[in-house]
């Protein structure tokens, strides 16, 4: 069965920089199109980034394009979320989800994640 999970969330002065994983016990991430979604209360998910099965191609939300980078460790079966220069905006729990289409639209994956608490204080 599949099972995704992030890690790496949690309280980061603005600036800063973490790093967030997304990894599946149940399935090959490398077989499908992973995305980083956020949402903070009373707001709607909002697309961060994806990327394609061999890594070769990424593509980043408009707030967090230069700022964000998404990668594949394949030996590891892990896709990471590096969030540098983080602003209090960034703030809200971060989800990885999977799928097969080349989207941005939440709805259009799979399977998601728990999510993990992003909290830049200014």
């Known amino acids: 069965q599949v099972q995704l999970v992030e890690s790496g969330g949690g309280l980061v002065q603005a600036g800063g920089s973490l790093r967030l994983s997304c990894a599946d016990s149940?399935?090959?991430?490398?077989?499908?199109?992973v995305g980083w979604f956020r949402q903070a209360p009373g707001k709607e998910r909002e697309f961060v980034a994806v990327?394609?099965?061999?890594?070769?191609?990424?593509y980043y939300g408009a707030s967090v394009k230069g700022r964000f980078t998404i990668s594949r460790d394949n030996a590891k079966n892990t896709v990471a979320l590096q969030m540098n220069s983080l602003k209090p905006e960034d703030t809200a729990v971060y989800y990885c989800?999977?799928?097969?289409?080349?989207?941005?639209?939440?709805?259009?994956?799979?399977?998601w994640g728990q999510g993990t608490q992003v909290t830049v204080s200014s």
């Open positions: 989800a999977v799928g097969q289409s080349s989207s941005t639209r939440a709805n259009d994956y799979e399977y």
């Open positions: 149940g399935r090959t991430l490398s077989n499908y199109k």
């Open positions: 990327i394609n099965f061999s890594g070769s191609n990424t």
